[in-house]
């Protein structure tokens, strides 16, 4: 019938000419091709004429005596074409930055005493980003991006700082142990903690740990309730923590204690050392040590002066893995709970050990879980481990001109210390930056090659991505009723009193 309709139109339209008659038209079918790949930024933060880090005095914060002349320089790199989709100014002499759980804010803190609140999207102009001004000398060294709102560590006034609001405001400065180095905590969690070198009866100056076998003073954990800004417990840590990450879950928080060799494992829930632990592979002080053998599955040998300086999760393995700047290695450990949010038999035990390249200052996890890489400060080099058979895969040597000697090697190569990644399956992208080079070296998982190595607008500070499992969704109900969002990274990772 349609068939004889559309015949008789065209017989009319024969009879009549062309005049003010009705015409069917034909809708012209698209092809809808395959879909377009998620959106997601690599947020690379540069500044221009930077002086390395690691060169400069180790008693402070690495902000030089005389100020930049040149503001900050925040990039937005696109996940799917690595092409730069947005760039803006920061404040002078960024130190690094943290993202927030959805991924949509970033915060720097910087040499001119100020922080800078990005607005991360492609529409970025320098007019969108906000600036707020710390106390005068405050030092800020680290932040934490979590729960609507920002803590920021202040090095000099033995502090750790809570800010919300746009542009962020102080809410109210929270006095801990002296050497606070950094901040750890999840999204919507009870508490947050702040680390420190030195503890609340045994003072350590800032910066002392940048030579861990000097230093005999244990650090300490001071927990901070979220919802009132106190504290409530102070926990001890081993010698020279540098870095802490909390389970996607908020059930247990790791403290990396660089001049023990050892990893202190909190009960965030109990907020407490975890000492009434189910397993045999956790120490009656609440560690894991790197050092010792019996910590380790048969046969396989975590060696002694490991120097763990960084960390991070493989949440659906139940893993957590370091990087040992000490040993060139990463450990994997097994960090499983039970349905009740209680340690497994295993937790604490070490299930693989990964040979790197020189000095691992950084990792990244790929987000199906397959491969971890390390950036390695000493030899210029990432290197890809398996987080199957728990053997290095490859070495890759990253491509660019060194702006100034590596401080390791005192030769003009590369030094890697910031790496972060992107996963979208079948593959994903690892992102790595360095000090000493206006080089973005960008891998590609499945090949594992360097498929591009733009240059960026001065020397690279830090680099985050907005998420890590660019296919996966943002939002998931764990065991305790907490969420998972597209960023887990929350805390900021600055060079300084032991963290290279």
Not at 115 to 127: A, D, G, N
Not at 348 to 371: E, Q, Y
């Amino acid at each position: 019938m349609k068939w004889l309709a559309a015949a008789s139109l065209l017989v009319l339209a024969g009879l009549t000419g062309c005049g003010s008659q009705y015409r069917p038209v034909i809708n012209q079918v698209t092809g809808t091709g395959p879909a377009s790949e998620p959106t997601a930024y690599a947020v690379v933060v540069s500044q221009p004429e930077l002086t390395p880090p690691s060169s400069l005095a180790t008693t402070k914060p690495p902000c030089p005596t005389t100020q930049y002349s040149d503001a900050g320089i925040v990039t937005l790199y696109d996940f799917s074409g690595d092409s730069v989709m947005a760039q803006a100014q920061l404040g002078t002499g960024p130190l690094g930055f943290a993202f927030n759980a959805s991924g949509s804010d970033a915060y720097t803190l910087n040499c001119d005493n100020t922080m800078s609140t990005i607005p991360i999207s492609q529409s970025l102009q320098t007019k969108n980003v906000l600036s707020s001004t710390f106390f005068s000398g405050a030092a800020p060294i680290n932040a934490l991006a979590a729960s609507a709102s920002e803590y920021v560590v202040e090095e000099a006034r033995d502090a750790v700082a809570a800010y919300s609001g746009s542009p962020a405001a102080l809410v109210q400065e929270v006095t801990v142990a002296p050497s606070v180095v950094n901040v750890t905590g999840i999204n919507s969690g009870a508490r947050i903690y702040a680390i420190s070198q030195g503890n609340s009866s045994n003072s350590l100056a800032w910066g002392s740990c940048s030579d861990p076998s000097s230093v005999s003073t244990n650090g300490e954990a001071d927990g901070i309730e979220v919802s009132t800004n106190t504290v409530s417990s102070q926990l001890q840590l081993g010698i020279c923590p540098v870095y802490a990450v909390t389970s996607a879950d908020g059930l247990r928080t790791f403290v990396l204690n660089r001049g023990s060799g050892t990893v202190t494992v909190i009960n965030a829930q109990s907020n407490s050392l975890d000492t009434n632990s189910n397993s045999s592979y956790l120490g009656s002080t609440a560690t894991i040590n790197l050092c010792n053998t019996s910590n380790s599955t048969s046969g396989i040998t975590a060696s002694c002066g490991a120097q763990p300086v960084y960390a991070a999760f493989y949440t659906l393995g139940d893993l957590l893995v370091t990087a040992n700047y000490g040993n060139n290695t990463m450990s994997v450990i097994d960090v499983s709970t039970d349905i009740y949010g209680n340690d497994s038999s295993t937790f604490g035990k070490i299930v693989g050990t990964i040979s790197t390249g020189a000095n691992p200052a950084a990792l990244t996890i790929l987000g199906d879980g397959s491969k971890v890489y390390s950036a390695n400060e000493g030899d210029g080099t990432v290197t890809v481990g398996s987080l199957t058979s728990y053997t290095a895969q490859s070495t890759i040597t990253l491509l660019g001109t060194a702006t100034s000697n590596n401080t390791i090697s005192d030769t003009a190569i590369l030094q890697p210390r910031v790496i972060d990644s992107i996963y979208n399956y079948p593959s994903g992208r690892v992102y790595v930056g360095a000090p000493n080079s206006e080089y973005l070296n960008i891998i590609d998982t499945e090949s594992d090659t360097i498929t591009a190595y733009p240059a960026v607008e001065g020397q690279i500070v830090d680099l985050h991505t907005t998420t890590q499992y660019a296919g996966g969704t943002c939002t998931a109900t764990s065991t305790t009723g907490a969420e998972t969002y597209c960023n887990q990274i929350l805390t900021s990772h600055s060079y300084g009193s032991g963290t290279p």
